[in-house]
């Protein structure tokens, strides 16, 4: 079995400070990770992901993730936060042997200006 | 945009009523997808496809069913609308191949069940 965990619900952070959005993820095998964005009444988007290689991966928007073996987790970082980043974000994972991707409950990021 | 049609993209519905969400793809891919969205819960799997008339469960499969006759093609059917299916249903394909183990999804199907 495979899960994921976003342990806040929300976060909110100040436009220029730095954003974290935690995840931490169970998987029997091998993990790829994914973080996907959503804005109100659309689809989701994907951001960034972890397959194998460097543990730190950069993704659209500014947005980057470090995967972290030893404490099974890949936390969303951006270094300045923008008021346009303000969104739900979803963690997600899948086991290399498998092509179902399981989801976080998200988490909702309000930047105020 | 991944290439993925979801219609109707809104939807009022009754009760017990039958409803069939489609799903269409333009980029060949193997894998597709059908997903709900509910607060709290993220994303869950319903049900995939793995080619033309291949199809399984995913954790919240009672009360829908599938059917893959081409490959651009997924529809999700209630087959007895229940309040409890009101949501957002999500397609979404990929997982492997040209997509480079990334899925894509739809832009959602919102469904209103009264």
């Known amino acids: 079995a495979q899960s994921v965990a976003q342990p806040e619900d929300q976060v909110n952070v100040a436009e220029g400070n730095p954003l974290t959005v935690k995840c931490t993820y169970s998987?029997?095998?091998?993990?790829?990770l994914f973080w996907y964005v959503q804005y109100p009444n659309r689809g989701l988007q994907f951001l960034l992901k972890?397959?194998?290689?460097?543990?730190l991966v950069k993704g659209s928007y500014g947005f980057e993730a470090e995967f972290n073996k030893s404490q099974t987790s890949f936390h969303l970082k951006k270094p300045s936060a923008l008021v346009s980043d303000s969104a739900l974000y979803f963690c997600?994972?899948?086991?290399?042997?498998?092509?179902?991707?399981?989801f976080g409950a998200g988490t909702t990021v309000t930047v105020r200006a | 945009d991944a290439g993925i049609t979801q219609s109707p993209r809104h939807k009022v519905t009754e009760t017990g009523t039958p409803v069939t969400l489609r799903c269409h793809q333009t980029?060949?891919?193997?894998?597709m997808y059908w997903y709900r969205q509910d607060p709290g819960h993220g994303l869950r799997l319903i049900h995939y496809?793995?080619?033309?008339?291949?199809?399984d469960k995913g954790e919240v499969s009672d009360g829908y069913s599938v059917s893959r006759s081409k490959t651009e093609d997924f529809l999700l059917t209630l087959e007895s609308a229940t309040s409890s299916q009101t949501s957002v249903y999500f397609c979404?394909?990929?997982?492997?191949?040209?997509?480079?183990?990334?899925?894509?999804f739809g832009e959602g199907s919102w469904l209103t069940v009264v």
């Open positions: 997600a994972v899948r086991d290399e042997d498998d092509y179902k991707l399981s």
């Open positions: 998987v029997s095998g091998n993990p790829y």
């Open positions: 972890y397959i194998t290689g460097d543990n």
């Open positions: 980029e060949n891919h193997r894998y």
């Open positions: 496809s793995y080619g033309v008339k291949d199809t």
């Open positions: 979404a394909i990929g997982g492997a191949g040209n997509s480079g183990n990334t899925i894509y």
